[in-house]
């Protein structure tokens, strides 16, 4: 029967129907759909790893092991797997193995923006490329048979539009397909001496999968009525050219992105007057169709630069679009906030008000750097905060003793901040670290992690004391705080600061949105004794705002965190 599916949801639908048995992620928008998804499926292990490198190599582990696997990531977190990448691509599975990666193109919740497909033809890996929630379902299954054919890990590269739309799939049965493991050091060992005999191997593989795609159905030439211009596109631009132009020019589709084809490529641009390339993002296809020598139009046309919209590609065609009814006047900026009660905001505002140079992370509290807080000076990559402050303590030979601190999330800091505190002990770095503890991985939509005590199922597991963990590596002062009490924080934020070694505060309270978290009533402002000096609005809690020169709170979102009291000096906040 058919069903509306998320493109996330439809590439779990993919696995589960591959028979795909074992699934380690971790949580990034726009992929975390897709393990959540696939963890509903009884017949499919699925779990959380701490970061995406370890959810790679447990994915290729299940693969020597003879069971279909699959590991799935944002676009920034294909750096972080990088390493195992390049050198699973030498060694091959033994079981299909998919890796998903999902592009968020436009920046919607994202440090940088990144094109995956470099990966593919850098590491010499195929990658497919749906466009849709139907193609989600079938590439993913597909990408099983190719890597099984072709003794190769398989990219399934999704992007922000296709990921969390909606479309219509078939679903169909799962199909179970079971191996075992041979040994085989010459192909598994990459020392040297073999790795220098498997890379022609995979040479010969980028050869017979560029014949493939020759004749795979996964690139498709549909026909036009006007041969004048043809276009060649992929994943979401195909859906932009297909609305805006419908089927009035022939269009090459590449739902195999790499390696692509020659000869179906020449003989396309052959067959029209003017080529015309419709990507988003880099001019991947682009730079391909000139190594054979085309003439084509690309991004001198479209930029490289954010994403592209079905009027973009209208009017770069010159082409007339309609776009439908419009809102009158103009909308209102909403820019990011922490939530009502979010207990980081409690923190920032005792960093702000101590004025030091913060090094922030990945993470809900990276909002920590909005106005009015504005207390965060570098945002880079998951863990970086750690490192950094490392280094820009080291480098200041003891100026910045006293003033710097790191910020970084219970989840991040499992992810890749513990390496950095090794460091930090290890050469001794007189800095402080801060790890917020919020008690899930909030900005992804509160997945599990180490810290917390329950795995992707929700069941109960080993939990990581943070706490013992940092004095483990080294770390001899360590203390939890609680962001709630401005006076606790900014006490101990004094103490850290003033030892001389390096020290961890834990600043500990759970998301104020959990389902378990309960809340005090909200507040409520004594008109009489508010006198409109607004510094209540000085934590930017998006539940207070001035009317008519008074303090007001809004009870809707109002949690009773008791904040803003502690910062009211004439008692005009109380509890209901």
């Not at 303590?393 to 710097?404: E, L, N, P, V």
């Not at 001035?546 to 904040?563: E, L, N, P, R, Y």
Request: with cysteine; aromatic share 6%; charged share 20%.
């Amino acid at each position: 029967m058919k069903q509306l599916m998320l493109g996330n949801e439809a590439v779990a639908r993919g696995l589960f129907e591959a028979g795909c048995s074992f699934v380690s992620s971790y949580p990034g928008t726009p992929s975390t759909e897709i393990t959540e998804a696939v963890a509903k499926y009884p017949e499919v292990y699925a779990e959380w790893a701490p970061n995406e490198k370890v959810a790679m190599e447990a994915a290729f582990g299940a693969s020597l092991a003879g069971r279909r696997s699959f590991c799935g990531m944002k676009h920034v977190g294909l750096n972080v797997a990088a390493d195992p990448l390049f050198t699973i691509s030498y060694t091959g599975v033994n079981a299909g193995m998919v890796i998903g990666v999902a592009d968020d193109a436009g920046m919607h919740s994202s440090q940088n923006e990144q094109d995956s497909r470099h990966y593919a033809r850098a590491a010499k890996i195929p990658m497919l490329e749906p466009s849709d929630s139907a193609e989600a379902l079938e590439f993913t299954k597909q990408a099983y048979e190719i890597s099984e054919q072709f003794d190769t890990p398989v990219l399934v590269k999704m992007c922000t539009r296709v990921s969390h739309s909606q479309s219509i799939v078939e679903p169909g049965e799962r199909v179970e397909k079971i191996g075992e493991y041979k040994k085989d050091i010459p192909k598994y060992v990459m020392m040297p001496g073999n790795a220098k005999r498997r890379h022609p191997v995979v040479e010969a593989r980028t050869a017979a999968l560029t014949a493939y795609a020759e004749e795979t159905e996964l690139n498709r030439i549909e026909p036009g009525a006007d041969s004048k211009m043809g276009i060649i596109t992929s994943s979401t631009s195909y859906q932009y050219v297909k609305e805006v132009l419908g089927d009035q020019y022939p269009v090459l589709k590449l739902g195999m992105i790499w390696p692509m084809p020659e000869k179906k490529i020449r003989e396309f641009a052959a067959s029209v007057s003017l080529l015309v390339i419709v990507e988003e993002l880099d001019g991947f296809i682009e730079g391909h169709c000139r190594d054979l020598g085309l003439a084509c139009v690309g991004k001198a046309n479209f930029s490289n630069i954010g994403e592209l919209m079905p009027l973009t590609v209208a009017q770069q065609l010159s082409t007339p679009w309609a776009v439908g009814a419009k809102v009158d006047g103009e909308i209102p900026p909403r820019p990011p906030v922490m939530c009502a009660g979010c207990p980081h905001r409690g923190l920032f505002y005792t960093l702000k008000k101590n004025k030091l140079t913060v090094l922030g992370d990945i993470g809900c509290y990276t909002l920590g750097a909005v106005a009015p807080l504005a207390a965060v000076d570098t945002v880079i990559c998951m863990g970086a905060s750690v490192s950094g402050i490392h280094g820009f303590s080291k480098s200041q030979q003891g100026k910045a003793d006293g003033k710097t601190v790191a910020v970084i999330g219970d989840s991040t800091f499992m992810h890749s901040g513990i390496t950095g505190l090794v460091n930090m002990a290890y050469n001794e770095s007189n800095a402080t670290v801060i790890i917020v503890d919020n008690s899930i991985t909030g900005m992804t939509g509160h997945q599990q992690n180490p810290t917390t005590g329950f795995n992707l199922k929700g069941d109960p597991c080993a939990k990581i004391d943070l706490e013992s963990l940092c004095r483990a590596v080294g770390i001899r002062r360590v203390r939890v705080v609680d962001p709630y009490d401005l006076a606790q924080c900014d006490a101990a934020i004094k103490e850290e600061l003033a030892a001389n070694e390096p020290s961890v505060i834990i600043s500990r309270r759970p998301c104020a949105l959990l389902k378990y978290v309960k809340h005090k009533a909200p507040l409520t402002v004594d008109t009489d004794k508010c006198v409109g000096c607004k510094a209540c609005m000085q934590i930017g809690c998006p539940a207070i705002s001035i009317i008519d020169g008074k303090a007001k709170v809004d009870a809707t979102q109002c949690v009773g965190c008791g904040i803003c009291q502690q910062l009211c000096k004439l008692g005009a906040l109380k509890e209901v």
